[in-house]
């Protein structure tokens, strides 16, 4: 079976610029979060979905950041505009709501603002 | 908000000996997790604990859910170089969300 499908796995992009990550949680899957991770901060959640609705997005940086879930099997995150300070390795976890359940990431995209 | 306390933040072993890390929260959670990272990739599930006071076992990993529901140990038996990476405990609550600890390092010394 297929995993956590995380694209571009690398991108480096210009400040100012927008960055689109994109995610294919496991198929059943209900629960989908995005973290970043850096060497500073270790692994932030930024914002998880239950069934496609955002739950909770408090750790969503700043209103440059955004992320939406259309339907089960794909949500994005997007940085518009992007800054230097957003670099760093950015992952997607999915699972099933619910106590009892697990979590599995994908590989992260490694994104490089210069 | 949550947070999660792992500690140590990191260790440099010699090959055979015992591994022993832990978290602890202010916050009750209904889920712990264990994960383990290596470069270059995304953290995988080593054990899962559900119910206070589980003892759970993977090979020569071991780990509790305390029986207050605030904390959790991973401990790593006779280690050997290939468990070098980062292992991260992550605490899950009643809403689903997931926060993470800040990780323990460690090095194997072959």
């Known amino acids: 079976d297929a995993g956590v499908i995380q694209s571009p796995r690398h991108e480096v992009t210009e400040m100012g610029q927008e960055v689109t990550l994109r995610c294919k949680p496991i198929s059943g899957h209900n629960s989908l979060f995005w973290y970043r991770q850096t060497m500073m901060r270790g692994l932030e959640l930024l914002i998880y979905f239950n069934n496609n609705v955002p739950i909770d997005d408090s750790g969503m940086p700043e209103d440059r950041f955004s992320a939406k879930m259309p339907n089960a099997s794909f949500s994005t995150l997007k940085i518009q505009p992007s800054e230097p300070r957003d670099s760093a390795v950015y992952f997607c976890?999915?699972?099933?709501?619910?106590?009892?359940?697990?979590?599995?990431f994908g590989e992260g995209s490694w994104l490089t603002v210069v | 908000g949550q947070q999660l306390n792992q500690s140590p933040q990191s260790m440099f072993i010699q090959e055979g000996e015992d591994v022993s890390m832990n978290c602890t929260s202010s916050s009750i959670f209904n889920t712990w997790l264990w994960y383990k990272q290596e470069p270059g990739e995304g953290p995988v599930l080593l054990i899962a604990l559900y119910k206070a006071g589980e003892l759970t076992s993977n090979g020569r990993l071991t780990a509790q859910f305390g029986i207050t529901r605030k904390d959790s140990f991973l401990n790593i038996s006779a280690s050997i170089p290939s468990d070098v990476g980062i292992y991260f405990c992550a605490g899950r609550g009643g809403t689903g969300k997931l926060i993470f600890g800040q990780g323990t390092t460690l090095q194997v010394k072959p």
């Open positions: 976890a999915s699972g099933l709501q619910g106590i009892g359940n697990t979590i599995y």
